[in-house]
């Protein structure tokens, strides 16, 4: 056969796909599709509502199907430096129901060749090479915006270090919301570990945008960052700190409870000594009011008694699952899906 000429064989091979009839437009009037999600900042309440309506679109095709193959085809690379329970299994769970497959780096990044010294932009750049979206949790504040410069598909940051967790925070206005069905004129208290709690951050950044009041509960050494404070108080919430959850249990409406993040501490003495700050118990429930909601984004290390659990108003199980229909609906968003 002459250089350049093509066997029979290769000549008759049938093509193995009509892509014409494959190929899809991508829904892009959202303004998500493509992008990034870094920063809980990227949101409005108008957005917040698109995705809130599309989580729940989600979670009555989850309950009533089970799955659907909105994102077959589509690969989810999960790129865990640090541990996770809900964040990652609730974005696998997530594209599995929705027919997508999943490249999982979960279980301790020392099994990939970052344990051989590679850098995050190389691991990003090797990953984005087989995925179509990337799902970072990492140490360092900053990590998912720089991911997202070396990466040309959507990068999520699922945590940066004491910095944002963006989709946490979306899930927890969609619980509130779900809960009480309004989000305006809302008493929030954040309780625990402000300081480090990048959950907190991000909850209260958004909600900076509602006309909501926020109590900031914490010990002295734990207190919410002074920019975020002045964000809030720019933002011209009322606002109040204490150190004694007796001061706002009675009028709440939303008690967000927190882990003191042991890991950020320098010094373990000082974790020690505020780590049983407070705990959340039966007693203290008596005195709420009847329709408050107790949620926590998890793990638990001993704030709430495990003898709340069983009060309707103990919402954090429930936030979990809604956890997997609001990361459904953002991976559904930025791939042009939803
Ligand atoms: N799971 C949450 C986070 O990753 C809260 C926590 O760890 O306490 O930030």
Avoid: W
């Amino acid at each position: 056969m002459k250089e350049g000429e093509k066997s029979d064989m290769l000549k008759d091979r049938p093509r193995l796909f009509d892509l014409d009839d494959l190929e899809q437009k991508p829904t892009t009037g959202n303004g998500f599709y493509g992008k990034d999600i870094l920063s809980v900042k990227q949101f409005d309440p108008d957005s917040l509502a698109y995705i809130f309506d599309v989580a729940e679109e989600m979670r009555e095709m989850v309950r009533r199907v089970g799955g659907a193959d909105l994102l077959k085809g589509h690969v989810l690379t999960c790129l865990f430096y640090e541990p996770s329970t809900r964040t990652s299994s609730s974005f696998i769970a997530a594209m599995a129901r929705l027919g997508g497959g999943i490249i999982p780096i979960t279980q301790g990044v020392q099994f990939s060749s970052v344990s051989k010294g590679e850098s995050l932009p190389d691991t990003i750049r090797t990953l984005e090479q087989y995925s179509d979206v990337i799902v970072l949790r990492h140490p360092d504040e900053g990590s998912a915006k720089m991911a997202a410069d070396y990466a040309a598909i959507p990068v999520m940051n699922a945590g940066d270090g004491t910095g944002e967790h963006p989709t946490q925070a979306l899930l927890d206005l969609f619980t509130i919301q779900d809960e009480l069905d309004r989000i305006d004129g809302l008493h929030i208290a954040m309780v625990g570990d402000l300081r480090f709690g990048r959950t907190v951050h991000s909850l209260t950044r958004l909600l900076a945008q509602y006309n909501v009041k926020l109590s900031f509960v914490s010990p002295e050494i734990l207190r919410l960052p002074l920019v975020i404070m002045n964000d809030v108080r720019d933002a011209g919430l009322d606002v109040r700190e204490t150190h004694s959850v007796a001061d706002i249990i009675e009028t709440a409406d939303v008690l967000y409870v927190t882990r003191v993040q042991k890991e950020r501490f320098s010094e373990l003495s000082q974790y020690d000594a505020v780590k049983d700050y407070y705990t959340i118990t039966p007693e203290l429930m008596e005195r709420a009011q009847d329709n408050m909601v107790v949620m926590h984004p998890l793990p638990r290390v001993g704030e709430i008694a495990y003898s709340v659990d069983g009060d309707p108003r103990a919402a954090y199980f429930r936030q979990v699952q809604n956890g997997m229909y609001i990361r459904m609906a953002l991976l559904a968003a930025v791939l042009g899906k939803a």
